[in-house]
């Protein structure tokens, strides 16, 4: 087992790594919308799904792993009625390559983000 930890995403809000591999898979952390520094993006729940994109990209690359690598998405949300708009986000950065998916609503995510995602991926 190998942890995951890269500057170009933001560190770790508790006693966990952003991600793990083991074998040829990374098992990312759920990412919410903090900036590499830990600054809580302003903004509705697409530009707080973009910001969380741009985390999981950082740590994917760090991994050895790409969007295009993921195997399977876990979506957490505060609101279901946001779940289009999450949906259109998220397919700019998936495009035609399809991964399974979870989206879950939650009561609550950490810092009161509006979405979580983690994902699982493939070592390239």
Do not use: W
């Not at 707080?48 to 950082?58: E, G, R």
């Amino acid at each position: 087992m190998k942890q995951v930890k890269t500057d170009l995403a933001p560190k770790a809000i508790g006693p966990y790594s952003q991600g793990i591999i083991v074998n040829n898979m990374f098992y990312s952390s759920g990412q919410i919308p903090l900036t590499a520094e830990g600054v809580m993006v302003d903004g509705d729940v697409k530009v707080q799904t973009h910001q969380v994109f741009s985390n999981l990209k950082a740590v994917l690359e760090e991994a050895g792993a790409s969007l295009e690598t993921v195997v399977k998405a876990t979506v957490f949300i505060k609101d279901m009625n946001d779940f289009a708009q999450i949906n259109e986000v998220y397919e700019e950065y998936f495009g035609t390559h399809k991964p399974a998916r979870s989206c879950v609503e939650v009561a609550r995510l950490p810092k009161d983000a509006l979405v979580e995602i983690e994902v699982i991926a493939l070592i390239k």
